[in-house]
């Protein structure tokens, strides 16, 4: 449950308020140099902190990498174990929440899931949990891009988070994603079409409330004749069709035109007003909320974005390679028939 | 990679010009009655031809159950093979096409993948597929029913399917699902999500674009003092918040509300229209198609909407009970210190 | 739970006395060309009946190949969905045991796990289940032949058979199994060693009560001086090693020596006795045992360890191909740093 | 593939001579108060050095909990991350070997399949590894003996460790493993039986070469009227057999009775003397073995086994709850027919 993937498989573990955060990122085939530096890079970017309309939680998000990476960068084909501690948890300015549930939060689920669940800080909820998949995608993204496999995220803002945090609310956001370099054939049928895998790991972050790809929701209000993708002609392997109404993927598999798709945010669930609520008992409360907090969660999900999207297509390139022909062996060597 | 779920599985096979179509379903609880009626009802409604704007195709679907079911009706907990034969697979209508990809179908995704194809209407990534996720998810809802679950979706037009077919063209569709009777705490931390699972499952069917659920994609451009969800006081456990913005999901765990999700359908690929196209040698072509297509695929979507969500639920509901606390055994038995 | 591998995957269903056994054979490569009767010869070998000291039980198991096989014989890298019809289910033969338990059969422990059993032949704990198996084993190898993998194995009597059957006793035996031309490399640690995979495969055969590799259990008594297997010198790629103590297989991972283990089974467990036993209410009663039944299952199993083998091979190549290095696309190609 | 199990999954990462040992055990229930005192003193069990013929590797083992037990001692219902920092890590005892392929080791098989190899102690396929499955065990017996399951294992000495140690020498040894307290109806059919399950988990371990349950392999040597289990008369059904030669099992599912098992170990791979064996490039060479090594993996293997039990009946048992009954929700309400 805290597994994602197949053959590229992130397991997880780790509550916001806990020692650290962590991870296994298995699957990482070997001889692959990685470069820490481009791991702390979107790290960095995702550090709350790290842009307006973010959160002030001043962690530097030290990862430290306990295997499968040899001393001189390479991965040797074994799982990547990897730490972040949890270094400025100020579980203080949680002290009033307990045995509260905060509005928009997952404590009443837990709660009712667990029977017991951690008050600071949304333990296991929290968006937190997104430092390892960022870690983990960061390694990933490294080894596709020795096939020229991208990954590239932006937030569009719809509302002024600016504006927002200074009244003490918080907004929505989209962060539109795309990934070139992609040769067609990836994504498997049936039920692990490119497009139901991204689409759950997508709507795996937070605060995440709809994904689309290619003319998304707008192709609900089309007719067949607007939408049809051409193929260019002569025809061109690298980039076959004239259009991308479909987002780069047919039928559920890659069609070698750049994959691209939205993810919409809902606004950051904590605003800096006095929330009427319940608490475990059932009993009416108010909590004050206090704390750092996102207005727009969008912004730094972008890397997150990104990650997800190499965590999937990383799977799916290894799944696909599973099919390369099977040769004979030993060249030449005929040892009769198979009966 | 054509199996779906964990401990409710279905996996499937079948050619849509093949001899059958047809799956197992595995992991359904022993001593569960079974109507057939019921599940020939849906079947029925999703069949070709039964519907305006939908194609003519004249099968009845008829499914023979091959296990797991005893004479009486009654589920053996045992897997639940089944199958559905191709009896009106048309071929011919498919000959002008062998060798020429059709614009926004399969056949050029497949063909590079695999290496292979059957021209005749797309294989298996034909629409004929969920003819089994129909025939399973009626099987798994008539079990979640004894906990009063139930699964119900409807399609909401956006443009004339009956003009859009006179004049050779086709329109993309909407169908808005929901799911009701969902006690609290089902959905699994941190990949599982109940939405991840909904979404992947609705990304599953042929021609969706954007899966949605709750506020949606309008959550991007809300504040989040406008969407935040209050609990009703005095708390209800079986409605505890007064208004649904988050759509029954909070933190990927359902909250006892009603759980309520758009999915938005494209224009269903096939025009009666010739089409430019390309051969498997890259040499431009023309379609002229024939045979029979729906207008609007959507329009018979809504029962295969309503069965994957009754399979991602199935498959919750069976993960969740496995957290059932293990009881002292034998009651009042003390064999010492474990050491 | 009824299904079996990972990127080759069987998945069955079927009870003995039912309409048909039958599975899905998932994840074959495309453009394997299948000789159906090779599968017929393995089933044939399987066959109660054929052969001295094995149940009479006339079925011819014609299994009729669904999907996933083109019109021509070869694969299309869809599932392969087959069944084959229970003709000759003589369930009178088993209308005295209903509501009893078999002694040495599954009828107490299932009806313990499920609370309902289908007392016709033992349902799904039948070995009826392994002509599925067998049928996609036999398809496997076919494909795996083409790298000259391939799998032999035989049945060493330890008892007198046929003299056990006239006293109405059954007993025990040994398959011994090899799998020639496997390349070095095969199997995954930690968890997915190859003899692990093996063993849990040929234990999941109805009867089998040891799984052993290399020099098995001998080992326990054996020095290290006296089973290190030395190198060939000079080095020999194809046969490395002098000696085989470790059954092709080092740290869980193929070595490219010929791979061997030995399979034990019980005696069969019905015997033309009375046999005191209980009934589902716990009282005492008899059974007279009627009926077909093997006085020595080992004989007709010799296809089915084959075929077990296979199916774990055929999943451990696809998981060790998914390593193939991934290529710079488009060669010469450079579009700038990764950042 | 460095995961094991379903429902309670245990994912590891690693080597021998890197910066520390870890894992991340998903699926435990919430509320489970854990002792660490009892994760200790099993991790003492397997230490090097902690008993006759054993190797002499300084190492405390302390088990960092990093996440998923709160600061009472009280499980989440998270996943819980731990590792184990790898101190006493003599890596200069290897310095000769670098290059060169150990005798009975995974060195070559390793560099065959990822063409990569950490020379130093053997990398992932050091038993170091199971340092992590202690830990993950110790776990999860305390929450099964909740319902007094219990994990007994000890080791049967074939051959005199201490005589062959002092000549340099290695021996084998047998694990006699017993899982006590087990209700009826663990297990599931077809391909996880409980046999095949626990066979896998066994042929995990490190040097291990042969698995048995019940009569074992004396089975293919016994007559069906010889080693029937008949029903305790009157029925009892906490033991409810008069003999035990199914070993607990009976078609994969317990019967109420103790399981009981047994697992044979092969010398240790590395002796004292002088090994003539080739380096990476096919070149003849010798390997003097240095650093400290035990002369019988049994000894220290004995918690290894239990643990390993422990994680398979642990995944069982959530397996075999998520059959529970689904009521209807809420009492009395009746929302009319499903359709």
Known sequence: MNSFGSLIRLTTFGESHGKAMGGILDGMPPGVVIDMDIVRHHLERRRPGSGQGVSQRKETDDVEILSGISPVGETLGTPIGFIIRNKDARSEDYAGYTGKYRLNHADYTYHRKYGIHDFRGGGRASARETVSWVVAGSIVRQWLWKARIAFDA?????????????????????????????????????????????????????????????????????????????????????????????????????????????VYFKPAPTIMRPMETIDTEGKPCVIEPKGRHDSCVAIRAVPIVESMAALVIGDMVRLHQSYVPLERYPEGYDPGPIL
Do not use: W
């Open 154 to 262: 932006k937030y569009v803002a719809t509302l002024d988070a600016m504006k927002a945090a200074s009244e003490g609310d918080s907004v929505g956001g989209i962060v539109t994603g795309k990934i070139t370099g992609l040769p067609a054939g990836l994504g498997e049928p049936v039920f692990d079409k490119l497009q139901s895998r991204l689409g759950a790991a997508m709507l795996s972050i937070n605060a995440v409330k709809a994904f689309e790809y290619g003319d998304g929701n707008r192709s609900a209000r089309m007719k067949g004749s607007e939408c049809a993708d051409r193929f260019r002609i002569p025809h061109d392997p690298l980039t076959p069709f004239s259009s991308n109404h479909c987002g780069g993927i047919m039928g559920g598999i890659s069609n070698g035109m750049e994959v691209n798709f939205n």
